[in-house]
């Protein structure tokens, strides 16, 4: 039995397939955050073939809140674009199972449930554009407090498609007002990870009524001076998968990512 | 009976869906170029549901060659998004009809043919990005010459989906040398109609001999100090969708686009 990780400075230096394999091993089941610096982390998403045309034409309609960077064959469980070699079912620390939109169990490795008609989907994630934003000298408040990111159900109905369908689910990052627009140019260079932010300023104008009770996550204070910036959450089509209640669906535990090996910095246009 | 329209010049200042009247009425038959400049046209591609999903995946697998712009539900008709109140049977000035992979016929109306199960893709084009070169002073050579934009199969595999596959086809436009860099900018800002060029200066890395023999469309010629500058084609899709020889497959036919009411600018980021 391989020896527990116990601290993220024991994962530094290493590459995507380094970590990825000591995942795989069982000796790391905690956030992947911070692992990995430049490397593209992705959700995943996982249904069976039959619901896969509407989650995929779901992703098409919807793209800043489901930005796709890989969907996988029917059965297949190797990501060969995102990182050839791994294993979506082993490779990720922890895991969620759905039955009938219900959180069944939260588990370490998929394989005792898969199938060959289940379709892998994996979707951009906020680390992608918040690294450049820290490059660029902000300050990424729920990061310095060690928290979650407080995300918001907002008045805005997604674009349905076929039985997927609810409202847009939001991130809140409060920037000083002298960033936002270097924080727009930014994000909007990322569209693969959700692009520029979907609202600033107002949170009234999302049907947010107290900004400081998130729907998920947690609060974090806004300062004088700063002002709300929203992003289209990939929380969003997790609630819109549930909501659907498929027979089965498979995702990563919040905060436990995909590691892949391609670079955040293959993803910006421009 | 409508009259026929016989000049551009008499379409000249009219919206997108005025001049989509006039097509719907028979006025109109004609290749769709310079019509409601400003204003997205797209390509049209219409298969069986059973077909659907394999090309939808192949548009997300190859974006560049595939820049889906809408997606209609299965039966429907109306493009809500690009243009509510239009119908995609009927507005386009001239289609074709392809049986088991092969040109069946030319028709000026599909409502003969369609069917519940058929479900409408509409892809962006590369009129989009050709208008904003053009603002930026860059002339396009075969729109000065009036023929069609010189297009080669690559040595370049599209990534597979399904029934679908097969080599990327790329559009050539030969520039300056010293435009090379601001054409990339000003393309790259547009990745839901193609994007930044595949590739700039040397064709023979993309598998074409002589880039005056193209596969498709006509030849214009590359003068001194001017580069070839790539880019993926919509004529990929169309490509890759007959070698699959489905039993029924719609599309415009070439240069006879969809005009949509989305401006072009909202396409762009940053």
């Not at 082993?90 to 199972?97: E, F, L, N, Q, W």
């Not at 990424?140 to 008045?155: A, K, Q």
């Not at 260079?189 to 999302?206: E, K, M, N, Q």
Request: with cysteine; net charge neutral; proline share 10%.
């Amino acid at each position: 039995m391989a020896t527990v990780i116990r601290s993220m400075h024991d994962l530094t230096g290493l590459a995507p397939h380094q970590i990825r394999q000591r995942i795989r091993a069982g000796q790391w089941r905690r956030p992947t955050a911070g692992l990995a610096p430049g490397y593209t982390q992705a959700n995943l998403a996982v249904v069976p073939r039959a619901l896969a045309y509407d989650f995929l034409l779901f992703c098409q309609r919807n793209p800043q809140p489901c930005p796709l960077l890989e969907v996988l064959d029917p059965g297949a469980h190797e990501p060969r674009e995102l990182a050839p070699g791994a294993d979506i079912r082993t490779d990720i620390p922890r895991y969620r199972v759905y039955r009938n939109g219900t959180l069944a169990e939260e588990v370490d490795d998929l394989r005792a449930y898969w199938r060959d008609d289940l379709v892998g989907f994996l979707l951009g994630c906020s680390f992608t554009f918040e690294h450049p934003l820290m490059d660029a000298g902000m300050r990424i408040r729920h990061i310095e407090l060690g928290v979650n990111v407080p995300m918001f159900i907002t008045n805005r109905p997604c674009k349905p498609a076929g039985v997927f369908h609810g409202p847009l689910v939001v991130s809140m990052r409060p920037l000083p007002a002298d960033d936002v627009v270097r924080a727009v140019q930014i994000t909007s260079r990322f569209p693969a990870v959700h692009g520029a932010p979907i609202h600033v300023g107002d949170p009234t104008v999302l049907g947010i009524c107290d900004v400081q009770r998130p729907d998920f996550g947690d609060a974090v204070p806004v300062a004088p001076g700063e002002v709300p910036v929203f992003w289209a959450c990939g929380v969003t089509p997790q609630a819109v998968m549930m909501q659907a209640k498929p027979v089965l669906a498979l995702t990563h535990a919040p905060g436990h990512m995909f590691i892949s090996d391609r670079r955040d910095s293959t993803l910006a246009v421009l």
